[in-house]
């Protein structure tokens, strides 16, 4: 069993910046990636960026590409998603991701709400 526990979400003006942590727990030896995914009002969760073990990181969207930034810190089994100028499109519930051979786990989610 793998638990995350995300936090830094919250209101900001657009232009504003943000940063989202992730912390894992537990069975953490056997994650193969974490990463970020978002769920806008109405819209379907997807995916903002991923990050291996290794540090490797991948952004799905070119629309966060150049604004946003996955980062870990192993000794601290912490994840983290730097959010610059951000944009009010970007209002969304933040979920932590991690995944294993047998299974995906989720955090609780954090609200992230950008205003104009």
């Known amino acids: 069993q793998v638990q995350l526990v995300e936090s830094g979400g919250g209101l900001v003006q657009a232009g504003g910046s943000l940063r989202l942590s992730c912390a894992a727990s537990g069975s953490i030896f056997s994650i193969n990636f974490m990463g970020w995914y978002r769920q806008a009002p109405g819209k379907q969760r997807e995916l903002v960026a991923i990050?291996?073990?290794?540090?490797?990181?991948?952004y799905a969207d070119s629309a966060v590409k150049g604004r946003f930034t996955i980062s870990r810190d192993n000794t601290k089994n912490t994840v983290y998603l730097q959010m610059n100028s951000l944009k009010p499109e970007d209002t969304a519930v933040y979920y932590c991701?991690?995944?294993?051979?047998?299974?995906?786990?989720w955090g609780q989610g954090t609200q992230v709400t950008v205003s104009s």
């Open positions: 991701w991690a995944t294993t051979d047998r299974h995906d786990y």
């Open positions: 990050i291996t073990n290794g540090g490797t990181t991948n």
